[in-house]
């Protein structure tokens, strides 16, 4: 068995170019795809949040009544630990899902981007998935660069953000920051799955790639 961190946003709110403050949060199915699927496979999760906030989900991603039920059995959403006070090494597997929540605190949250860099430096698998990918914004190296450039990636892309309406009211679009910061991006179809490993990192473009972010992990864990 398994101990996998889930790190979820702890804002559910994403403030916009004009300051408005969109209400957002995590995206159910990003959360409860993979954890279903970890779970059934016999693996342990824990939930760790900026200030063990407990975490809110976007409204929107509740649509499905069966995520929306798979949702409320997950306990361990409800009691989440302070992520300042996580030790990565205690887990065999890091995985972050997305919603916009982590556009307006992971991206900037210095907890959680030293996590990422001690996970991707560890060798044991990472996920990441949608706008989860904006966490690895605050991931820095001790020469200031980021230990994701130079990765195989994949994140919510610039035209999924404009589909949904709110690129031309985003501060900033994910695709064109992970892109800034080196790595190489891959933008797969929109809104259809699809998944990019590059050594010990899973990423996932969209909700619909959850599965298969899960998917690649549980195969890491194996190998």
């Not at 693996?43 to 409320?72: K, Q, W, Y």
């Not at 990423?203 to 190998?223: E, F, R, Y």
Request: glycine share 10%.
């Amino acid at each position: 068995m398994a101990d996998i961190l889930f790190v979820l946003t702890g804002s559910d709110v994403w403030t916009l170019n004009d300051g408005t403050k969109h209400p957002t949060g995590f995206w159910a199915e990003e959360a409860v795809v993979p954890y279903q699927a970890f779970t059934v496979a016999g693996h342990r999760v824990t939930v760790a949040t900026p200030g063990g906030v407990v975490p809110v989900a976007d409204r929107a991603s509740l649509t499905d009544p069966g995520i929306a039920r798979a949702l409320e059995g997950i306990d361990e959403i409800r009691r989440p630990l302070v992520l300042a006070e996580v030790d990565q090494a205690d887990y065999d597997a890091v995985f972050y899902p997305g919603g916009h929540g982590p556009m307006e605190d992971l991206a900037v949250d210095d907890d959680s981007g030293r996590l990422l860099t001690a996970a991707l430096a560890s060798g044991r698998p990472l996920g990441v998935v949608c706008h989860g990918p904006a966490a690895l914004l605050a991931a820095r190296t001790e020469d200031g660069g980021s230990p994701f450039a130079g990765y195989r990636l994949t994140g919510f892309t610039n035209a999924e953000e404009t589909q949904a309406g709110l690129a031309d009211r985003a501060p900033w679009l994910l695709q064109d920051r992970l892109v800034a910061l080196g790595a190489d991006y891959e933008e797969g179809e929109a809104w259809a799955p699809h998944s990019v490993v590059d050594r010990n990192l899973v990423t996932g473009q969209n909700p619909a790639s959850s599965a298969l972010v899960a998917a690649g992990l549980l195969k890491l864990l194996q190998a």
